[in-house]
């Protein structure tokens, strides 16, 4: 497995605050697929995708990107990149056509090749009928797809697409995941963040949770269901008391009933005994939320959630 993106020791200390947005990152991306960022505001998403991006320089550590160091080789990087940030601002005196064309042109494509897939990615994000719109004139969502169509319309090997799918209608969310999809299919690298963990299980091979600049979790949505202490969630209806709960794992109340998240052994007995009394009971592995809500969600008490003033 080559790695698109290799992340040594990476770190980043902003300069003004003195913020750790990365705190020696060791992190690598295959080639050729969708990877998923996740993690809560300011775990350091963005700084990551800047630095692979070639925007922003780290302060510690190495990172290489397609085989190029991203200090000192940024020139051989950027040609083979497209990114869409998460604060995005195109062009407001272009349609979105000239907008998608324009860009493919810059990025040296010849005019058959640059009109032909301008007008595919239209169709795929259903923008055809917006083509001859000023971008000043579209809506908040669709300014955002018409920066998306932008990076996957082009001929970029590696696609970083900081929040693609934020202030989007579901329709439109899934017009972007199909159009992910292909990419992934025509062999590119997608480094996604995305704060909707479906997408990002939807979508991801791989995924990597960042909290407070570190990586807390980083494989396969099966292989971090492993990691996690409490990898079954058995929803139960009705009869049973708290107090009968609490031996079988983590215990809380929701609507009509509870939810404990307990390991393999103690949820299949849960949900025997659970069956025995009559009770509606459902049995699954836990969710990437769940996931979340179990590494990042129990500190919220008790530490910081960033690394400030590091
Ligand atoms: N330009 C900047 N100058 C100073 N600090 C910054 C800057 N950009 C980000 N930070 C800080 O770095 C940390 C990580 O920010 P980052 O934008 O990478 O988070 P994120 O994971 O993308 O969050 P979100 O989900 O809100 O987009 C935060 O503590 C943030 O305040
Ligand atoms: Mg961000």
Do not use: C
């Given at each position: ?14 300069p003004r ?11 690598e991306?295959?080639?050729g ?20 991006a ?38 407001y ?24 897939r301008t007008d ?60 992910i ?10 480094l ?6 479906d997408?990002?299980?939807?979508l991801?091979a ?42 079988y794992g983590?215990v ?9 998240f307990?390991?393999?052994?103690d ?16 049995m ?18 008790d530490?910081?959630?960033a690394?400030?003033?590091a």
């Amino acid at each position: 497995m080559t790695a698109a993106i290799v992340a040594r020791r990476l770190s980043k200390v902003y300069p003004r605050g003195r913020i750790s947005a990365l705190l020696e990152v060791d992190l690598e991306i295959p080639q050729g697929d969708v990877f998923g960022l996740i993690g809560r505001n300011g775990a350091g998403k963005t700084t990551f995708v800047r630095v692979a991006a070639t925007q922003l320089l780290p302060t510690g550590g190495t990172m290489s990107v397609l085989g190029h160091d991203v200090v000192d080789e940024a020139d051989r990087i950027r040609p083979r990149i497209a990114a869409v940030p998460q604060e995005s601002r195109p062009l407001y005196f272009l349609t979105v056509d000239q907008l998608v064309y324009l860009y493919l042109r810059l990025r040296g494509l010849e005019r058959a090749d640059a009109r032909e897939r301008t007008d595919r990615v239209l169709a795929e994000l259903d923008l055809t009928a917006l083509a001859h719109r000023l971008v000043s004139r579209l809506s908040g969502g669709m300014r955002r797809r018409a920066m998306v169509a932008m990076v996957l319309a082009s001929d970029a090997e590696l696609l970083f697409l900081d929040e693609p799918t934020t202030g989007l209608d579901p329709i439109a969310r899934r017009e972007v995941w199909a159009a992910i999809r292909r990419a992934q299919r025509e062999k590119r690298t997608v480094l996604l963040t995305t704060h909707y963990l479906d997408e990002a299980e939807a979508l991801s091979a791989r995924l990597a949770l960042l909290d407070g600049g570190r990586v807390r979790l980083e494989g396969t949505p099966a292989e971090l269901r492993q990691r996690v202490r409490l990898p079954y969630r058995v929803s139960v209806e009705g009869v049973f008391t708290r107090g009968e709960l609490e031996p079988y794992g983590e215990v809380s109340d929701v609507n009509g009933g509870h939810l404990v998240f307990a390991q393999e052994r103690d949820a299949r007995e849960l949900a025997m005994a659970a069956l025995g009394r009559g009770a509606r009971v459902a049995m699954a592995p836990v969710t990437l939320e769940d996931i979340f809500l179990q590494v990042v969600g129990r500190r919220l008490d008790d530490e910081p959630a960033a690394a400030e003033g590091a």
